[in-house]
């Protein structure tokens, strides 16, 4: 069992907009701006797509935004494209003897 | 070229040794705080260990805790982890990953292909 909780699933169609969600607590999450987000195409690498909440890389679309409220920290894309899908991933610092916790990842399916 | 490269997985038996590499090219090695993330089969990331860029700072998962030894070497643009006491639970791709901060970010902006361990009898 993962320490941050996502769904397992999340779909749409082109162009619509979706929100994947990364519960946590108050020693991860909800205590610190460290937050980040991670897409992963099948047999790639990951790639980090938000970091401290909600800042992004330089080279990653706008489309993707992060947010977060009390122990729980959003992904949201917009304007969906085919290319988005793809497994995503939340990671925090935890105040725990764990320093990071990932969620167990949610396969975004575009339609 | 900015990258990393990892190198050493393989097929080991449970109790056995094995040591990855992690070369980095195209930046400033030294500057960074790096890191072992690694995915089981069909699972999801799971953080490994942390290395300050000046070898000050090492933290572990508790599952690899006083098996694993995250190392580095600045003057070779090298990361290193040493896996002893080996279990079938430790059976994943290992990415070598890097952190902008030079203590922590806790993030990773770069991240090599990785390199994949089996442990199996």
């Known amino acids: 069992q993962s320490a941050l909780t996502q769904p397992a699933s999340v779909s749409g169609s082109p162009g619509q907009s979706i929100t994947i969600s990364c519960t946590g607590t108050?020693?991860?999450?909800?205590?610190?701006?460290?937050v980040s987000w991670y897409q992963q195409h099948p047999g790639k690498a990951p790639k980090l797509m938000i970091y401290?909440?909600?800042n992004r890389p330089s080279g990653v679309s706008n489309r993707f935004s992060g947010s977060k409220s009390g122990n729980t920290a959003s992904l949201t894309i917009s304007g969906l494209q085919a290319e988005d899908e793809a497994d995503y991933y939340c990671?925090?610092?935890?105040?725990?003897?764990?320093?990071?916790?990932f969620g167990g990842g949610t396969k975004l399916t575009v339609l | 070229e900015v990258q990393l490269v990892e190198s050493g997985g393989g097929l080991v038996k449970p109790g056995g040794s094995l040591r990855l590499s992690c070369a980095a090219s195209?930046?400033?090695?030294?500057?960074?705080?790096m890191n072992w993330v690694r995915q089981a089969p069909g699972k999801g990331l799971e953080w490994v260990s942390s290395?300050?860029?000046?070898?000050?700072?090492?933290y572990y998962a508790d599952s690899v805790k006083g098996r694993f030894t995250i190392s580095r070497d600045n003057a070779k643009n090298s990361l290193y982890l040493q896996m002893n006491s080996l279990r079938a639970e430790d059976t994943a791709v290992y990415y070598c990953?890097?952190?902008?901060?030079?203590?922590?970010?806790?993030?990773?902006?770069?991240w090599g292909r990785g390199t994949l361990v089996t442990v199996s009898s």
């Open positions: 990953a890097r952190d902008p901060g030079a203590t922590f970010g806790w993030y990773f902006d770069l």
């Open positions: 195209g930046f400033t090695f030294s500057s960074y705080s």
């Open positions: 290395i300050s860029s000046s070898s000050s700072y090492i």
């Open positions: 108050s020693s991860d999450v909800g205590g610190y701006n460290y």
């Open positions: 401290e909440v909600s």
């Open positions: 990671s925090s610092y935890t105040s725990s003897s764990t320093n990071v916790v």
